[in-house]
């Protein structure tokens, strides 16, 4: 079993950025993925952007591409989410989840492929 847990959500003016992690533990060489969706109230949860573990591979939603950054800390277990230039519109709850996959992007962008999910961290974005 693979445990998460999301920590850096705020409340953030418009423009503003704001730094998620996502703190791995458990059984986690039995993953390759860590992926971060988000969940905007009355919405589906979309996929945002992810990585291999490697690093080598990284993906994005395009609307988010250009402003928000993953990264990682293999010492740490640990998930990155530098999210800059921020919108109302990218206010949701933020997820990080983790699997072991095919690095494609319609395997990374699929959350029903992903058998490790984090708690949740609201982020709001707000004048």
């Known amino acids: 079993q693979v445990q998460l847990v999301e920590s850096g959500g705020g409340m953030v003016q418009p423009g503003g950025s704001l730094r998620l992690s996502c703190k791995a533990s458990?059984?986690?060489?039995?993953?390759?993925?860590r992926g971060w969706f988000r969940q905007a109230p009355g919405e589906e949860r979309e996929f945002v952007a992810a990585?291999?573990?490697?690093?080598?591979?990284?993906d994005y939603l395009d609307s988010v591409r250009g402003r928000f950054t993953i990264s990682r800390d293999n010492a740490q277990n640990t998930v990155h989410l530098q999210m800059d230039s921020l919108k109302p519109e990218d206010t949701a709850v933020y997820y990080c989840?983790?699997?072991?996959?095919?690095?494609?992007?319609?395997?990374?962008?699929?959350?029903?492929?992903?058998?490790?999910w984090g708690q949740g961290t609201q982020v709001t974005v707000s004048s």
């Open positions: 989840a983790a699997a072991y996959l095919v690095f494609t992007p319609t395997q990374v962008r699929d959350q029903t492929n992903y058998p490790h």
């Open positions: 458990g059984d986690t060489f039995s993953t390759n993925v």
């Open positions: 990585m291999s573990w490697s690093g080598i591979s990284t």
